[in-house]
């Protein structure tokens, strides 16, 4: 069971500051270690947490002073009980995530509207801090960010949690997706301008006779997770919940057979299968894959 998929914010997709990014790291650490033996997502729910516990090998470090700095000390003013169940705990870190959202201040929580307004600004000063970059790697970067963001609003917890607050994560989604939307067609454009034949330098031109077609399938898998193809629709209906959904789509682009595929890609997306199979752990063959790329002018990150 990955219980990683019970938790927010993990990986920090939402680019939080350090201090916040740390601290709701802790408090789910310290959640996971009490619930240890809980294996369902609905009893993790309700499991009852002591927020006056200790945290990891700290003295006094404890849940409820951690949630005290975003909930007007809350906790420690005895407004609420000193053991919780993890559901009031995390949505009080969905709160503070709900009050970015509404503020429409920090960058990844924008409405679409404020994001078209500041995207001149943002790309500005991505291409001021960035060395060695291009319009073009702004453009990708962004839409990385969002896809990455879409993948974690895609998780139990939020769904669970959502109806407190005024549907806040299916109201991101649709933000991030029609941002997504933008940032396709602004892509579409720049590599059209990139390709025009008035343009093309004469190692332009023979990047544009480069054949691929002999490519193999694990190198083809490789291939779309490289190009972000896998992580995109994986943001989508139906592939977010069914991997044989993905197979059936990719066995028509490949031409190989959906179970074939289905134990190529299944490895990629849950780390408790068997991996032998997996083709980003073949480094030669990964390899390979991302010399062809490169060989035809695309950026890996």
Known sequence: MEKSKWLINQSNPFKLSKKYALSINAIQ????????????????????????????FTENLTISKLLDEWTDN?????????????????SYIILYLYRLFLENKHPLFFT??????????LKNNYLENTINTDYYTFLVSEKNNYTLILKELNKDIYKAIDS????FSQSLQRET?????????????ELKQDINPQNLQPQQEEILNIDLSDTKLTEQIIMLE??????????????NNNVYALASVLSGITGKTQRTICSYINPIFKSDCE?????????????KVKQKLISIGYKLF
């Open 226 to 239: 490289k190009l972000g193809v896998l992580d995109y629709l994986r943001s989508k209906e139906p592939f």
């Open 275 to 287: 991996q032998k199979n997996n083709p980003l752990n073949k480094p030669k063959t990964v390899e």
């Open 164 to 167: 407190k607050f005024n549907g």
């Open 112 to 121: 679409f509207i404020n994001y078209l307004k500041c995207f001149d600004d």
């Open 177 to 189: 997706e029609r941002k997504i939307d933008y940032l396709d067609v602004q892509i579409k454009d």
């Open 74 to 90: 809350t906790f420690s003013n005895g407004q609420i009980s000193s053991t919780n169940n993890v559901e009031v705990i995390f």
């Open 29 to 56: 650490t310290e959640v996971l270690k009490q619930t240890e033996s809980i294996t369902n997502f609905n009893d993790f729910l309700n499991s009852k947490i002591n927020v006056g516990a200790s945290i990891g």
